[in-house]
Nanobody, 122 residues
């Protein structure tokens, strides 16, 4: 079982910045990929950014150049620095971890955080 502590969401004006963080803990042997997804009103959940345990990153086109994903492997924490925010970035942001559980090192699992609301509005 994995527990998450997500923080950093809130309301900001267009052009502003926010930094999200997500700390994972629990029955984790090793974390592989970590990522952020978002779900806007009436929309499907979509990938925002991912980062491997080696530090390779991937971003959806709409956030390239504005968002930066980083991670602290020692703390099992992933961050999302969001700059130049736009109203269309308004969504619930979810962290996701792809990990090897302690119970069985022969499989990998994915688990989701509870989500944090980001609202960009003037």
């Amino acid at each position: 079982q994995v527990q998450f502590v997500e923080s950093g969401g809130g309301r900001v004006q267009p052009g502003g910045s926010l930094r999200l963080s997500c700390a994972a803990s629990g029955s984790i042997f090793s974390i592989l990929d970590m990522g952020w997804y978002r779900q806007g009103p009436g929309q499907q959940r979509e990938l925002v950014a991912t980062i491997t345990n080696g530090g390779s990153t991937n971003y959806t086109d709409s956030v390239k150049g504005r968002f930066t994903i980083t991670r602290d492997n020692a703390q099992n924490t992933v961050y999302l620095q969001m700059n130049s925010l736009k109203p269309e970035d308004t969504a619930v942001y979810y962290c996701n971890v792809h990990f090897i559980p302690i119970a069985s090192r022969k499989i990998t699992l994915r688990s989701w955080g509870q989500g944090t609301q980001v609202t960009v509005s003037s």
